[in-house]
T-cell receptor
């Protein structure tokens, strides 16, 4: 059974640009969460979606947005990129909040 | 003060040793406690989760939660070089509340 997949694997963007990251959950999982992990730190919660509705939001600016599609895949969008947005962006899917399975992440570098 | 505190290490132990990894938390509403293992440049992998206080064992791994002291522990018996990774503790209050991670402890098991 395939795990959580994320695309792209790596991405280099310039300050001020916009980026879209994509996530496909494990088959049967209806919950998708997004996290930002800066080097040397634990993941920071950005969003959680369940059945296409936003169920939780972390302390991130409005430049960050997300959505979940009818097939439960998800997109994370970040506008007006800053240098500080450089991080590993992780997607996790699950059947509940605590039992989450992470994908390999998308490494975003903002120059 | 961070809601979940974790010593970043690094922690080096000889192969076969018992490893003790610890976290403290400050949010009394936390009910679910998780441990993740993260290899370099990979997404976190869920090892175990527990609800409220108590112990949970899975093979060489034992998770302990003491809610009275707000202390979370993970014990690894007969440690192996393949256990070398960063271990992240995480907690949340249930439902669709955000999951809060510690910074992670880097463990190295020396053959």
């Amino acid at each position: 059974d395939a795990g959580v997949t994320q695309s792209p694997t790596h991405l280099i963007k310039t300050r001020g640009q916009h980026v879209t990251l994509r996530c496909s959950p494990i088959s049967g999982h209806k919950s998708v969460s997004w996290y930002q992990q800066v080097l040397g730190q634990g993941p920071q919660f950005i969003f959680q979606y369940y059945e296409k509705e936003e169920r939780g939001r972390g302390n991130f600016p409005d430049r960050f947005s997300a959505r979940q599609f009818p097939n439960y895949s998800s997109e994370l969008n970040v506008n007006a990129l800053l240098l500080g947005d450089s991080a590993l962006y992780l997607c996790a899917s699950g059947t509940g909040v605590y039992e989450q399975y992470f994908g390999p992440g998308t490494r975003l570098t903002v120059t | 003060q961070k809601e979940v505190e974790q010593d970043p290490g690094p922690l080096s132990v000889p192969e076969g040793a018992i490893v003790s990894l610890n976290c403290t938390y400050s949010n009394s509403a936390f009910q679910y406690f998780m441990w993740y293992r993260q290899y370099s440049r990979k997404g976190p992998e869920l090892l175990m989760y527990t609800y409220s206080s108590g112990n949970k064992e899975d093979g060489r791994f034992t998770a302990q939660v003491d809610k009275s002291s707000k202390y979370i522990s993970l014990f690894i018996r007969d440690s192996q070089p393949s256990d070398s990774a960063t271990y992240l503790c995480a907690s949340n209050s249930g439902g669709y509340q955000k999951v809060t991670f510690g910074t992670g402890t880097k463990l190295q098991v020396i053959p």
